[in-house]
């Protein structure tokens, strides 16, 4: 069975600090990896995701995120934080098959002035 | 996303009630999906239908039943809600001809047991 795990319930960060919002998976096969936002009061927002090829990939509003498939991470990414990336974000992964995607429990993302 | 759908936004309802919440796609995706997330525990999956006839369990099913009227419709019901139901419930859809790329959520409803 598939599972991600997100070991940190909330991440705080200073604005224009670099910001890291980490994520480990569990499947068999090959990994398909997703990055979603949810801003308070509203759906979930596809960030980015991998699927295959170059192991940094790049996302919607700066983001970017790092496959390591020895390490079974895919840690989200942003060079300088702003306020407004204060959101909840989930990590997500599909295995091999016809299966739906499963989540993480979501990490709290906290970008102080 | 405003491709998917979904009524009502927010619903109180009392406990032993029958409610229905409905979703809706313009997006032509065969595949669509309910989750419930509640804090701490992220979202999980209620029930997942990949077209009209074909309708899947997910991780927490009972307690909920699917319809899917439609390619473009698919109604989640609570025959006799109760309390621990109340939480935040997303519709998401999904193509097959993309089936391991992304799905699109709805915007929620929220829904309350008392």
């Known amino acids: 069975a598939q599972s991600v795990a997100q070991p940190e319930d909330q991440v705080n960060v200073a604005e224009g600090n670099p910001l890291t919002v980490k994520c480990t998976y569990s499947?068999?096969?090959?990994?398909?990896l997703f990055w979603y936002v949810q801003y308070p009061n509203r759906g979930l927002q596809f960030l980015l995701k991998y699927i295959t090829g170059d192991n940094l990939v790049k996302g919607s509003y700066g983001f970017e995120a790092e496959f390591n498939k020895s390490q079974t991470s895919f840690h989200l990414k942003k060079p300088s934080a702003l306020v407004s990336d204060s959101a909840l974000y989930f990590c997500a992964v599909r295995g091999a098959g016809n299966t739906p995607l499963v989540f993480g429990k979501g990490t709290r993302l906290s970008v102080i002035a | 996303d405003a491709d998917v759908t979904q009524t009502p936004r927010n619903r109180i309802t009392k406990t032993g009630k029958r409610i229905m919440l409905e979703c809706s796609q313009t997006?032509?995706?065969?595949?669509m999906y309910w989750y419930r997330q509640d804090p701490g525990l992220g979202l999980r999956l209620i029930y997942y239908s990949f077209d009209v006839k074909d309708i899947n369990k997910g991780e927490i099913s009972d307690g909920y039943s699917v319809s899917r009227q439609a390619q473009a419709k698919f109604s989640l019901s609570l025959e006799s809600a109760i309390p621990n139901q109340t939480a935040l419930y997303f519709c998401a859809t999904s193509d097959k001809q993309t089936a391991r790329y992304e799905q699109y959520f709805g915007p929620g409803t929220r829904l309350t047991v008392t």
């Open positions: 997006k032509g995706h065969d595949r």
């Open positions: 499947v068999s096969g090959n990994p398909y």
